[in-house]
């Protein structure tokens, strides 16, 4: 069972510590910067099976990014390894809402509702598979929106299963937007 008093800086999950974004910039950043062999090892991650020799790739970028690894449970691995695994898949845009990226890259309506509506194995199942369909197009996610969900989705906790439902209400109101506006030009 997750629980977020004893996961590292799990004080940063509140809206007001901006500090908290951080991190997915920092890691985004090493990850475009990282040789072909280091973002291969990435994107080659299983999150939620991390084999020993996978965490060495993993632990750099984490440590790159300014996070501190050496003091998490370990159920807070593989949180980290979805996030660093789909950056090193699709890449990272903070310029744009989730949403919209969704849109632009022509997700289906039905695949958007079962990632925004799967909780735990099922959403980490689900994602991977958004985001290689978000590289095929050539769009790269927000990560300071997903990435928080990911970090979150799982918890136990009521005030992170509120915002992560927030952050769902937030990722599908810009897709449903987008998607409306386009087919009213139709």
Not at 142 to 166: D, F, H, M
């Amino acid at each position: 069972m997750t629980t977020f008093d004893t996961v590292p800086n799990a004080h940063l999950v509140t809206e007001d510590a901006p500090i908290y974004r951080e991190p997915f910039g920092a890691l985004a950043a090493y990850i475009q910067r990282a040789g072909p062999g280091e973002r291969a090892a990435l994107a080659r991650l299983q999150p939620e099976a991390l084999q020993p020799h996978q965490l060495a790739a993993l632990a750099r970028a984490l440590l790159a990014a300014g996070l501190s690894p050496e003091q998490w449970h370990a159920d807070t691995w593989p949180r980290w390894a979805l996030i660093a695994h789909g950056m090193a898949l699709a890449g990272h845009d903070g310029k744009q809402r989730l949403g919209k990226q969704l849109a632009h890259a022509g997700v289906s309506e039905s695949r958007v509702t079962k990632l925004l509506t799967s909780r735990g194995d099922a959403f980490t199942q689900l994602l991977p598979r958004v985001l290689r369909l978000l590289a095929s197009k050539g769009v790269a996610p927000n990560w300071r929106e997903l990435g928080e969900l990911v970090l979150i989705e799982r918890s136990t906790q009521r005030q992170y299963q509120v915002k992560a439902e927030e952050i769902r209400l937030h990722i599908a109101g810009p897709y449903f937007s987008a998607l409306a506006r386009t087919e009213s030009k139709s």
